[in-house]
């Protein structure tokens, strides 16, 4: 952490400032045992059910109680569920719930109250953001049908034969469907609470029930912070040693460090030059293969976008090694296809994308060949010059800015125009098609190149551009139905192809979150998508 500091000195930003910072927080300072998380985002909703943000689920899992947690090895565990089996086709899960399960508030956690997390997760009523878990990554038997509203929630494929049993039928085999059981869409949703909170579900600490390690206490909406206390009812109660935790934002990496150094802040996310700066530190924990960064863009609506060569020109001309080095400097890969190396490990245990250069002749740093595709594209489209509109979140200002001079300077006669956004005006616009082109990050919820490519398929909510190939949809549906594992990665390795050789989207970067976790936390570890376990202790010294 010394070279932190000494970055810091040098730009005069003194330790106590962390503390003006918290201002009455501080007042309210946690136990010594107690836990201090910082993270650079708030969630945009903590309603499992309704949430799709990677942020939201940092914040969510604390308090959710899983059928099954993702464990240390890459692979998952039981949490409130016993066990499953499977029909020999691969599309009936059947789970057995452990004994005795219960809310944060003593009341019984059912098989019955999974049915009704499902079932709001499906309901057309909600909207829920999260729906492509049962619809893309997963389907659940009559999920369209109950999403356009042709059938009604209680035909949804999700049934409970009684308390602990929860049935759950698919309409195609899903090998990995556990690991969509691992994210907090799925935990149990008690219909009783969810009524008496008359609409105002999930947005306090007194609308909030708990079913996981943690109870929220403290929370609002447009706070800076969740506070968490020990759920003494959680099934796994006795590996969790904390009796306490505070989740906070702190969007400034400079703050972060300055809050971790004066000892307010365990755990932050580094940015940067300030993870570059800690290269070396024990402290400092990383992954870089779970979240791909990508470009896409309107294909329907925006004729330039519908443009293969103009797509072509775009991907080839960014230089992805000089962004991984300036402005991420660590914690990040270039990408120049849709699965990062060291994702996915096949049967045979080789890397599925064991060569990043698969697709060089498509998709590298290139100004030459990025500046004859662009000049046959605006030959093709009758133009001399284009203006694109790219839309973002406004916490990645910066990088948008090298993109914008990157590409400008390469591709004669283009104009960009940046557009920032806040993450949920982001996800509305592209909910509502209102784009030209935006750059968007994806988490994987399952170490396979599903959780990847899915986002692609025609009718995924997650399809912005709205991408449509006969060719691609019928590999993802072949190998979706495909049972021997060798022939079902063939499948996959040929719906990749198709994707870059269409230029579907433009892949820029693998990164995963970075940390500074303190000498003081233990028992902790990171998950194969970057995210925190939620099995920590705290040293007292």
């Given at each position: 952490?010394?070279?932190?500091?000494?970055?810091?000195?040098?730009?005069?930003?003194?330790?106590?400032?962390?503390?003006?910072?918290?201002?009455?927080?501080?007042?309210?300072?946690?136990?010594?045992?107690?836990?201090?998380?910082?993270?650079?985002v708030?969630?945009?909703?903590?309603?499992?059910?309704?949430?799709?943000?990677?942020?939201?689920?940092?914040?969510?899992?604390?308090?959710?109680?899983?059928?099954?947690?993702?464990?240390?090895?890459?692979?998952?565990?039981?949490?409130?569920?016993?066990?499953?089996?499977?029909?020999?086709?691969?599309?009936?899960?059947?789970?057995?719930?452990?004994?005795?399960?219960?809310?944060?508030?003593?009341?019984?956690?059912?098989?019955?109250?999974?049915?009704?997390?499902?079932?709001?997760?499906?309901?057309p009523?909600?909207?829920?953001?999260?729906?492509?878990?049962?619809?893309?990554?997963?389907?659940?038997?009559?999920?369209?049908?109950?999403?356009?509203?042709?059938?009604?929630?209680?035909?949804?494929?999700?049934?409970?034969?009684?308390?602990?049993?929860?049935?759950?039928?698919?309409?195609?085999?899903?090998?990995?469907?556990?690991?969509?059981?691992?994210?907090?869409?799925?935990?149990?949703?008690?219909?009783?609470f969810?009524?008496s909170?008359?609409?105002?579900?999930?947005?306090?600490?007194?609308?909030?029930?708990?079913s996981g390690?943690?109870?929220?206490?403290?929370?609002?909406?447009?706070?800076?912070?969740?506070?968490?206390?020990?759920?003494?009812?959680?099934?796994?109660?006795?590996?969790?040693?904390?009796?306490?935790?505070?989740?906070?934002?702190?969007?400034?990496?400079?703050?972060?460090?300055?809050?971790?150094?004066?000892?307010?802040?365990?755990?932050?996310?580094?940015?940067?030059?300030?993870?570059?700066?800690?290269?070396?530190?024990?402290?400092?924990?990383?992954?870089?293969?779970?979240i791909?960064?990508?470009?896409?863009?309107?294909?329907?609506?925006?004729?330039?976008?519908?443009?293969?060569?103009?797509?072509?020109?775009i991907?080839?001309?960014?230089?992805?090694?000089?962004i991984?080095?300036?402005?991420?400097?660590?914690?990040?890969?270039?990408?120049?296809?849709?699965?990062?190396?060291?994702?996915?490990?096949?049967?045979?245990?080789?890397?599925?994308?064991?060569?990043?250069?698969?697709?060089?002749?498509?998709?590298t740093?290139?100004?030459?060949?990025?500046?004859?595709?662009?000049?046959?594209?605006?030959?093709?489209?009758?133009?001399?010059?284009?203006?694109?509109e790219?839309?973002?979140?406004?916490?990645?200002q910066?990088?948008?800015?090298?993109?914008?001079?990157?590409?400008?300077?390469?591709?004669?006669?283009?104009?960009?125009d940046?557009?920032?956004?806040?993450?949920?005006?982001?996800?509305?616009?592209?909910?509502?098609?209102?784009?030209?082109?935006y750059?968007?990050?994806?988490?994987?919820?399952?170490?396979?190149?599903?959780?990847?490519?899915?986002?692609?398929?025609?009718?995924?909510?997650?399809?912005?551009?709205v991408?449509?190939?006969?060719?691609?949809?019928?590999?993802?549906?072949?190998?979706?139905?495909?049972?021997?594992?060798?022939?079902?990665?063939?499948?996959?390795?040929?719906?990749?192809d198709?994707?870059?050789e269409d230029?579907?989207?433009?892949?820029?970067?693998?990164?995963?979150?970075?940390?500074?976790?303190?000498?003081?936390?233990?028992?902790y570890?990171?998950?194969?998508?970057?995210?925190?376990?939620?099995?920590?202790?705290?040293?007292?010294?």
């Amino acid at each position: 952490m010394a070279r932190v500091l000494f970055f810091l000195a040098v730009f005069g930003l003194m330790l106590s400032g962390c503390s003006g910072m918290n201002g009455t927080q501080k007042a309210q300072a946690s136990p010594a045992q107690e836990l201090n998380i910082a993270y650079s985002v708030l969630p945009i909703t903590m309603d499992g059910q309704l949430s799709s943000d990677v942020a939201d689920e940092k914040y969510l899992l604390p308090m959710s109680g899983l059928l099954f947690r993702l464990d240390s090895n890459g692979g998952y565990e039981p949490d409130l569920a016993e066990g499953f089996t499977v029909s020999e086709d691969g599309c009936t899960y059947t789970i057995r719930l452990k004994e005795n399960l219960r809310y944060g508030n003593g009341e019984p956690i059912t098989a019955q109250d999974f049915v009704y997390a499902f079932r709001r997760l499906a309901d057309p009523l909600n909207a829920s953001q999260g729906i492509f878990l049962i619809t893309d990554v997963c389907k659940v038997k009559n999920v369209e049908d109950v999403m356009t509203g042709t059938l009604p929630v209680e035909e949804l494929g999700v049934s409970a034969p009684d308390a602990r049993s929860l049935v759950v039928e698919l309409s195609e085999p899903c090998p990995y469907f556990p690991y969509v059981l691992t994210k907090a869409n799925c935990a149990p949703c008690s219909r009783s609470f969810y009524e008496s909170c008359n609409g105002e579900y999930a947005t306090s600490a007194d609308t909030l029930l708990s079913s996981g390690p943690f109870i929220v206490d403290r929370y609002e909406p447009l706070g800076m912070q969740v506070h968490y206390v020990k759920n003494p009812y959680y099934v796994n109660a006795d590996r969790v040693s904390l009796p306490g935790m505070t989740i906070r934002e702190v969007a400034s990496t400079q703050e972060a460090a300055m809050c971790y150094e004066a000892g307010e802040e365990d755990i932050i996310q580094m940015k940067g030059e300030y993870a570059a700066l800690a290269e070396g530190d024990p402290a400092l924990q990383q992954m870089t293969t779970g979240i791909i960064r990508y470009l896409a863009g309107n294909l329907k609506n925006v004729p330039a976008w519908g443009n293969r060569n103009i797509r072509l020109a775009i991907a080839n001309a960014i230089d992805r090694e000089s962004i991984v080095e300036h402005y991420f400097q660590t914690g990040a890969a270039s990408l120049t296809r849709c699965i990062p190396t060291g994702f996915c490990v096949e049967e045979d245990g080789s890397d599925f994308a064991a060569d990043p250069e698969r697709y060089s002749d498509v998709c590298t740093f290139d100004a030459d060949r990025a500046r004859q595709y662009w000049q046959q594209g605006l030959k093709e489209l009758g133009v001399d010059s284009l203006t694109i509109e790219l839309m973002s979140a406004s916490q990645v200002q910066a990088l948008m800015e090298i993109l914008k001079e990157q590409l400008e300077e390469a591709l004669p006669g283009l104009t960009l125009d940046v557009r920032l956004a806040s993450p949920g005006q982001l996800t509305d616009a592209l909910s509502k098609g209102d784009f030209e082109l935006y750059f968007m990050g994806w988490a994987a919820d399952y170490p396979d190149p599903n959780s990847f490519l899915g986002i692609l398929e025609e009718g995924s909510p997650m399809n912005r551009s709205v991408y449509a190939s006969k060719a691609f949809n019928d590999l993802m549906n072949k190998a979706a139905l495909e049972t021997d594992p060798q022939k079902r990665m063939a499948l996959l390795h040929q719906a990749e192809d198709t994707v870059m050789e269409d230029m579907a989207f433009i892949p820029l970067f693998s990164t995963g979150d970075t940390y500074l976790i303190s000498e003081k936390v233990e028992g902790y570890f990171l998950t194969f998508n970057g995210g925190l376990s939620c099995e920590y202790s705290k040293k007292s010294r």
